[in-house]
């Protein structure tokens, strides 16, 4: 789910070279129909999905020689999510619109691999809570979480002192407050090591995609966020650590390269020759760590503070900053407005239980009203945010 993204290429690209291995079933995808019909050709799936029905009908038209069934909109997801000759779910479309889809797929039955982090931050007890009900396993593609649950296996859960999750820092890791107020969408878009969809690169200059990670670690991994600690690693070759009690620390290293994440957790306990280039520690030569600035980006430390709150105000916080980011791509807000909308829009919430996933698609259609109001009162000149 999500075959045209970033994860997704990848993801097929790893099927493309392990074909004795792996086949794909279903995919979905939003509205880049010319490439999904390029992937639907080469690995003939059963089952498609797209989100609209005037995309879906293009597609059934331009496919009409092959044997496959074409769905649209959130049922077609489900369909999708939930396809019977599929032992595992890639979980890769962005934001909220997973959600639904993700839930389909445990209810079905489906290990999944997930990359979409906004999943369990809108709804982690519920998802979890699904996955146990199921018997369902959820296997991290997020290289952090990859990392962190490889490391696990290093000794019990009970052993473990906290989690430490690095964070490359982004491209604005240098700059200073007043430097970060002048940053364009463009230069935001460039991420020094990492190349992924466009919401995770904004996410990742904010901090905001740490702060996201602090509350998936949480729900992965049943870990308290005090115990979930973030350093800021700009190499991005240590993936993620567990300290345990007795002092010993645990990482994974790598290149930086999702191919590997995503193949670990296809396979999964096998590992697969070949998947990622091979890290050469002595051309890397030094590796360091520093702690984030929380003052310079506020965001993770609000993903701290709506874990911490419970129930409905990570979703909240996501869905808030999932609008921030689409008016900043727009360059209708600044780059230091995204904090300020995720926060303003926190602090008008009341926090609610999420007992079911519509009280979790009610909070997140809150947030995004509320944000989406405080923007347009700031635009226009009434509000505080864009400096005016
Ligand atoms: N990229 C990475 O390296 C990386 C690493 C770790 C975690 N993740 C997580 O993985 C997820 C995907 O990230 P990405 O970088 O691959 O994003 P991306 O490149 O923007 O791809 C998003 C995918 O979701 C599809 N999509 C968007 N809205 C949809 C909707 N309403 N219904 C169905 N499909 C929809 C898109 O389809 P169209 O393009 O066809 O419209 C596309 O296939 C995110 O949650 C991200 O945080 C990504």
Redo the contacts with the bound molecule.
């Keep these: 789910?999500?075959?045209?993204?970033?994860?997704?290429q990848s993801t097929l690209a790893v099927v493309e070279k392990f074909p004795d291995r792996f086949r794909v079933a279903a995919l979905?995808?939003?509205?880049?129909?010319e490439?999904?019909e390029k992937q639907v050709r080469r690995f003939k799936p059963s089952t498609v999905a797209?989100?609209g029905e005037k995309a879906a009908e293009k597609l059934r038209k331009s496919c009409g020689d092959l044997s496959v069934r074409i769905f649209a909109g959130v049922e077609g997801?489900i369909e999708v999510a939930a396809a019977p000759e599929a032992d595992i779910t890639v979980s890769?479309?962005?934001?909220t619109?997973?959600l639904v889809p993700t839930i389909a797929a445990i209810r079905a039955g489906k290990n999944i691999a997930l990359?979409?982090?906004?999943v369990l931050v809108t709804a982690g007890e519920l998802v979890m809570a699904e996955c146990r009900a199921q018997g369902v396993h959820i296997l991290p593609?997020?290289?952090e979480h990859s990392a962190i649950f490889q490391c696990l296996s290093a000794g019990p859960h009970r052993d473990i002192k906290r989690l430490v999750l690095t964070a490359s820092g982004g491209p604005f890791r240098k700059y200073s407050k007043k430097d970060l107020e002048k940053v364009t969408s463009a230069q935001a878009l460039k991420h020094p090591n990492?190349?992924?969809?466009?919401?995770?690169t904004i996410?990742s200059a904010t901090l905001m995609?740490k702060g996201?990670e602090v509350i998936e670690a949480h729900w992965l991994f049943g870990i308290r966020p005090e115990r979930i600690g973030v350093l800021v690693h700009p190499q991005s070759i240590v993936h993620s650590m567990v300290e345990y009690h007795d002092g010993a620390v645990m990482a994974q290293l790598g290149m930086p390269d999702?191919k590997g994440p995503i193949a670990y957790a296809l396979s999964y306990p096998d590992r697969l020759a070949g998947v990622s280039p091979a890290l050469d520690l002595t051309a890397i030569g030094t590796l360091t760590f520093e702690e984030p600035d929380t003052g310079r980006f506020p965001c993770l430390a609000y993903a701290y503070e709506a874990l911490k709150a419970g129930g409905s105000m990570p979703a909240v916080l996501s869905a808030a900053n999932e609008v921030a980011v689409m008016y900043f791509l727009k360059d209708e807000i600044k780059f230091t407005d995204i904090p300020r909308v995720v926060h303003q829009t926190m602090e008008a919430h009341t926090p609610s239980p999420i007992k079911m996933v519509e009280d979790a698609l009610k909070a997140d259609l809150w947030a995004r009203r509320e944000a989406e109001g405080i923007i347009e009162a700031g635009v226009k000149g009434q509000g505080i945010i864009n400096g005016r």
């Design positions: 789910m999500g075959s045209t993204g970033s994860i997704g979905a995808a939003g509205n880049n129909i490439l999904l797209v989100v997801m890769a479309i962005v934001g619109a997973g990359a979409n982090k906004e593609v997020d290289s990492w190349s992924m969809g466009r919401k995770i996410d995609n996201l999702m």
